[in-house]
């Protein structure tokens, strides 16, 4: 009978090794207990990191990125996003190593070389292979992979093994077959099949003795630690020592893990040990074999079948499996505890009693025995069962006077510890309990039930239902006593109730507080007792009474810490730290180590784990915290979560440029560089039609991937760095030329800050804003300032004449305006003069009618007088006075008054007549002037002292002596010839 380990030869199953696997079955039930907590475990397929199923080796870098040695390629990781990285010929790899300055040296199906980042971080594969001679370059697989100082030792198959150095290889025969290669406390050994172990010195193999002890064996792994010689383990569990140049097996080696077929054995720090299984998973154990806890799929392992394993530098055991890879958070400070593996019940509340642990859940109590070697007691190794009796709903547990009082749907129960039984005291259904003294054991406790108040009398035997204290019917889930034997009840749709308990009556009195006693609000309230008296969560922060005004005001010490966050639930422990929940997360109230104040901080790992609507936290001690969960129990180590741990730095996974065409400018492997140098050694410089970039990163951080935060700022864009937040991609558009520097920064629960390594990148400007370009728009900037310049004086001169000549139009027009003016005055002054002449002229009229009236009435006047002196026959004083009328009328004085006054007004017009016209006489002027002022003949008559017939005739004398005809009118000749 034949039996083949895939990667390590094959060997015969002997009769020793049958016998050590009967030796196994017989130690199977050491270690068939598993430990009852479970750490977190990361399970990831090949559909997510899009590469083979099986994975034969694994490593880390300086940087934290993990590598995995797959059927197609080398995969890397970084917390963030896969990387598949395949070998020239597309063939499966088998191992791996990687060097302090970065190779990543690989092994695979007829291949071995390196990979190493070029300046662009892309992974560059080169085959050593050409180096090999000839003869030796065909082979199978290379298995095992060894840097010891400046060589690199390649297993090939079973045929020999490779020492590359400064550029050559040496060769190693195998005495019969190579079965493993592995360095050691400083120093290389490899086993062979016939010949046992052999340690190399120099450039030889030497044996080390007792060769038989090793006949049948393969090596799985050789372990050291400081101060200890290195252990050799074996395939069966077997452990020996190597002391000096000497094989022996290891005293007190328990070899609880035998029984298993074994792959692989890697030491988890100084004292544990994990064995990758065939069929059973991941084993660890301690230094001297003893089972400690064992992870398979029952533990939410996706494969019990476990090729290679390898435990980080966080304390995470990575696990490479025939169907995937997992990360089991083994260090981690938080473990699920699951009470029942084939239902995931829901665990209300835990309680330790006498090395019991308690679980109240959704489908009864249970219990398990703890086993106390380890502080942390989620490492226990029991096997949970039910309590008789309890099956249904379970809301708490409660440690009273030395028993286990239990709140139940189907009742109020008692358990004394160490015993399955247990005893019902009532069969009301209970909430919670609050015992009346605080002194134990108490005699009276209060319990909360679905209709009221319930009294349970403690007679120090045992617990009596004393019946329900009368009072409001009401549900009361959440009571606490105040130092004042007030007991204080919240309901989350009512408001907060007063009661006055009076056991001696059997009932109790109720008041109900909502908005008007200084509540914000009916809803979502909640009591607990922290820091010895009651407070209050609310929607709105934390409350507490105040008795002397009888009002709710806000807690002036939680509001410094938790301001006006929602608060669902607190818990007080020992130490004085105060647990409470606000909407689906939980955090701790604690006071800083160096500076005594008070801190808080949240537990991000749990965010949506935590029961909703029936928080419970139960603090055993610094090491032991019991969460109640949807899905089982949460265990947390306080201690180790507190301390936390250093994280490693992010990691730009990707930069890529986004334009015609993308180009991938860094893809995440970065070459070494100067301890001072946080930039990319090779800066891109790229043109300007890229101007939009996408860039990834991670945090090598695998415990609890999602609780990290990252922060990103662009240099030459961004004015600060960016808020917290999970997503961990960040693009960029319509960049503009410059030099950038893009820098990423983590944040993790611990609050501790790390700013990773940034990546420096060029824009440069557009062909047409260059140096020759700025050149030459500088020499045409010139030449047209010239030209704009001359354009401008020949503008100006354009401008200049035209003003002038506008100026001189405007010259023109505005004398042309003053003409106009002038001859508009004069024209207005000769129609005020025609005007004047015209009233003159009508005066005259007047004046002459005046005349022609006197002469009328003188004449009137004659004629009357005339008659009288007939009359009086020669009377001497009529005689007198008709002398006296002739004289006026034969006076001239007045006819040259008004012919002066007529020249004066009408321009000379007399004088005129008489120089153009001399034959004209005195009376012929009077008649033009007459006719000249259009009076007709009979006024021209009267003022002449003529008849009628008399103007007739001197108009034609005058006519006559102006040479005028029939055709012409007189009076029109006149005007015409006054004008001219």
Known sequence: MSFHRPGKGGYRLSRGVLLAFVVGLTSFHAWGQNTIGIPRIANFSKETYRGGTQVWDMGQDSSGRMYFANAEGLLSYDGGFWKLHPLPNRTNLRSLAISREGRIYVGGQGELGFFRADGAGKLRYSSLLPLLPTSQRSFADIWDIELMGESVYFRVSERVILEYRDGGFAIYPAASAWLHLQQAGGRLFAQDRDRGLFVLKGQRWFPLGQAGLLSDRVVAGILSSKGETPLLLTTDARAFRIRNDSLMPAPGWQGQAAGER????????SDAIAFATVSKGCVVTDRNG????????????????VISIFPDRQGNLWTGLNNGISCISYDAAIKYITPNPENELSVYSARIIDRHLYLGTSDGVFHAMLQNERPELSFSRSVFRMVGQTEGQTWRLDELNGSLLVAHTRGIFSLTPGQETIRRISKDAGWNFVPTSPVSPSPDILAGTYAGLKHIVYDGRGFTDKGNLKGTYESLR???????????ASHPYRGIYRIRPDLTNGSYTAELMTESRGLPSALGNHVYKVRNRPVFGTQKGVYAFESGTGRFQRSAFFDSLLGTREVRYMQEDEKGRIWFCSGKRIGII?????????????????????????ENVYPYDDRNVFIASEKGMVHLDLLKYLQGGRRPKPILSRAVALGPHDSILYDGHAPPRDADDNTNADQPSLPSDFDAFHFEYASPSF?????????????????DWSEWSARNQKDYTNLSAGNYLFRIRTRHVSGQTLEGDGFAFTIQPAWYAGFWARLLYLIGGILAGFGLHRYQRMRLDRQRRLFEEEQRRMLVHHQLEIEKNEKEIIRLQNEKLEQEILLKNR??????????????ALVKVKDSLQRLYRHKQGDHDIKRTLQLIGEIERND?????????????????????????????VTDLKLCTYLELNLSSKEIAQLANISVRGVEIARYRLRRKLGLGTEVSLPEFLEKFKKA
């Open 843 to 856: 005066e005259l009229a007047d004046t002459s009618m005046h005349l022609v009236e006197r002469n009328e």
């Open 590 to 614: 604690y006071p800083d180590m160096a500076t005594g104040r008070m801190q808080v901080r949240m537990v991000p790992e749990l965010d949506g784990r935590v029961l909703s609507g029936f």
């Open 703 to 719: 415990e609890a991937p999602e609780t990290v935060e990252y922060s990103y700022l662009l240099e030459g864009y961004d004015r």
């Open 262 to 269: 074994i792959f692989r054995a890697f030491a988890m720090g």
């Open 290 to 305: 003893s089972f400690i806890q064992r992870i398979s799929r029952a533990e939410g392992l996706q494969d019990n079948n």
């Open 478 to 488: 959440f009571l606490t006593l105040d130092n004042d034997g007030i007991l204080w």
């Open 893 to 921: 004085e007045s006819w040259n008054r008004f012919a002066s006054h007529y020249d004066e007004i009408n321009g000379n017009f007399m004088r005129n007549l008489r120089q153009a016209f001399p034959k004209l006489t």
